[in-house]
């Protein structure tokens, strides 16, 4: 039989797929389902029992987590990284390290195909084929709902033809949770004017009585949280089922699907948005100008590149190891206050804080340069602008 790896997540497409593949095309699936955060030990052990009904020879759940923190969220810190200034990339980061896994294991057992369930009018299918076409050419990629351009209809329809009767009613709203946040798609996400309800939110409100918590960094990855020291990934996991009962986190993400057309789409994500927010500020405190400056550009540029797909070009291990660089001295804590709804950052504490030279304090008396230095810095400065009123007098 024609070996298979099924990117597998025990929704309608991939169990259609399952099915279709093995009983139509006759080949041997072997279902993998990768882990990225979110995915308890029972809905995994759910997962595998529907794949093996379906038709997989068999299933794997590989549990990613620790490399999706290792490989791409310790990079969306360090670069402060919100696509459009809104969105943590919470499952869209997702799929790359889902699809590396993937096709790895492919080649490990010696598959000559790999399948995913993507349709033809979203990201994922250009992000699973490009890791994979990069990867291993030499695999060929199958996707029916895409080559067939199945109805959902029509996929329940074959199912229950074949004795597969699971309940596919679908959910008002699909819910995708993550290590590095949850998106949240509902009727009114395919509208421009509509928001999401309340209640369409995993996490709802539960604290009301406002705290601060300290978010410890060293080298830019968050270390402990007041005082408690712990792997980041746990971290991660700790404030988010923290902030989370503050309902904090929630937004609606607008923005350019790589296939050109607009999408917009809910999103719960309170840890994300917290540590992005309070890693900025001690950057704040801690970096020069220009290494401020230069980080905003490297950090939107690789939030743009892993987003369309691009993680596997060979400029983002260089943007990598420049926002490795830049972290020596982004060490301290962070003090952040939870309210319903919302946080505050209310400031840090660090060695390597710039504002605690000797120079002088900003607006007060200076200690570093007297008022002629001042007075003949301001003339130099204002050179350029001088001369090019001299020269174009009637230019507003």
Not at 48 to 70: C, H, M, N, P, R
Request: net charge negative; hydrophobic share 35%.
């Amino acid at each position: 039989m024609k070996k298979l790896v099924l990117a597998y997540s025990g929704g309608l497409d991939t169990s259609y797929c399952a099915k279709y593949l093995s009983k139509e095309k006759g080949f041997e699936v072997h279902a993998v389902s990768v882990n990225t955060g979110g995915f308890s030990k029972q809905e995994i052990a759910e997962i595998e029992k529907k794949a093996l009904q379906l038709g997989a020879s068999s299933y794997l759940s590989i549990d990613a987590v620790e490399t999706f923190y290792d490989k791409v969220v310790k990079y969306l810190i360090f670069g402060n990284v919100l696509k459009n200034n809104t969105y943590p990339l919470s499952v869209s980061a997702e799929r790359i390290v889902q699809a590396i896994e993937i096709v790895k294991y492919a080649k490990k057992i010696g598959a000559n195909y790999i399948a995913h369930g993507s349709t033809g009018a979203g990201n994922d299918q250009v992000r699973f084929d490009m890791i994979f076409q990069i990867i291993a050419p030499e695999i060929e990629i199958i996707t029916p709902i895409r080559d067939k351009k199945l109805a959902r209809e029509e996929e329940i329809k074959y199912l229950q033809e074949n004795g597969v009767d699971y309940s596919w009613e679908k959910a008002k709203y699909s819910i995708n949770r993550g290590l590095w946040g949850t998106s949240v798609g509902g009727e009114e996400t395919l509208t421009s004017e509509k928001p999401l309800p309340d209640s369409a939110y995993p996490s709802q409100l539960q604290e009301k009585e406002p705290q601060e918590v300290k978010l410890t960094f060293e080298k830019g990855e968050l270390i402990a949280i007041d005082g408690k020291k712990d792997s980041p990934v746990n971290n991660i996991v700790k404030l988010d089922a923290l902030a989370s009962k503050y309902a904090i986190g929630r937004d609606i993400h607008v923005g350019d699907t790589i296939i050109g057309i607009k999408g917009r789409v809910g999103f719960e994500a309170p840890a994300s948005l917290i540590i992005i927010k309070a890693h900025h500020l001690l950057e704040k405190h801690t970096l020069t100008k220009w290494q401020q400056f230069q980080k905003e550009q490297q950090g939107n540029f690789y939030g743009m590149l892993l987003h369309e797909g691009n993680y596997l070009d060979a400029v983002m291990r260089n943007i990598e190891a420049f926002l490795t660089d830049t972290q020596k001295t982004v060490s301290g804590d962070v003090f952040v206050g939870l309210y319903p709804f919302q946080f505050r950052l209310n400031g840090i504490s660090s060695q390597h804080d710039l504002m605690n030279a000797s120079f002088g304090s900003y607006g007060e008396m200076n200690k570093g340069w007297t008022a002629d230095d001042a007075k003949g810095f301001i003339k130099i400065l204002s050179n350029s602008g001088k001369i090019y009123n001299h020269v174009n007098p009637s230019d507003d």
